[in-house]
């Protein structure tokens, strides 16, 4: 009776440890997971700022030819899509919290549908220039969260007093040298009735 005792505390005893010794290695590998995850996350808000600042770049280069179309139109549009910065994004949205990867989930969006219509040669309306004044916006976004001013990114439709500010930052873009800056008052008061058309409040 002892011997039969013994031996099924020692089974006992010895399963508690197997499943105390998997648990500890099942909580290992989720801590150096998370830990994984964490570092990548660090990585890519560091990276964010560059990838925000490119994203500028090539939108301001874009608003200038829109512009330039729409006030000449012997003004021809040849831009392209940000393809190694949407895949940057892309790369960044499994390391994120829910609402950050929403947020550059519908940023991508609105990337896609925007040159999509572009490329389609669809009538270069100033519905285009809303648009991009709209991504514009969201990049903003980028620079706060990288900096950590905010914890996550949040999105939300642009509305229609910060569409006018981006609109007068993109004026206020410098030209390339020996490109004419055009003040005419015609295209900024036609973007600016547009905004209120399309952004009521």
């Known amino acids: 009776m002892i011997i039969i005792t013994l031996s099924t505390w ?5 399963g508690m440890l197997a499943l105390l010794a998997a648990y500890l290695t099942i909580r290992t590998m989720n801590k150096n997971h998370h830990d994984l995850l964490e570092r990548k996350r660090l990585a890519f808000k560091g990276n964010l700022h560059l990838i ?3 994203l500028c770049s090539i939108y301001e280069k874009h608003y200038i030819e829109i512009e330039n179309a729409l006030i000449d139109e012997k003004s021809a549009v040849n831009i392209s899509f940000p393809e190694k910065e949407i895949q940057s994004l892309l790369q960044g949205i499994e390391f994120l919290d829910n609402s950050s990867a929403q947020y550059i989930d519908k940023f991508i969006e609105l990337n896609q549908v925007f040159y999509a219509r572009l490329k389609r040669n669809q009538a270069l309306g100033y519905e285009k220039v809303i648009d991009l004044l709209e991504l514009y916006a969201l990049v903003e976004n980028f620079f706060d969260y ?3 001013e905010t914890s996550s ?3 939300q439709r642009i509305k229609n007093a910060k569409l006018h500010s981006t609109f007068r930052v993109l004026e206020g873009v410098q ?4 490109t004419a800056r055009h003040l005419n008052d015609a295209y900024i008061k036609k973007v600016a009735d547009t905004i209120n058309q399309l952004r009521p409040t």
């Open 52 to 54: 925000a600042t490119q």
């Open 10 to 14: 020692q089974t006992l005893i010895s």
């Open 146 to 148: 990288s900096r950590g």
């Open 175 to 178: 030209r390339p040298l020996g």
């Open 153 to 155: 990114l949040i999105y």
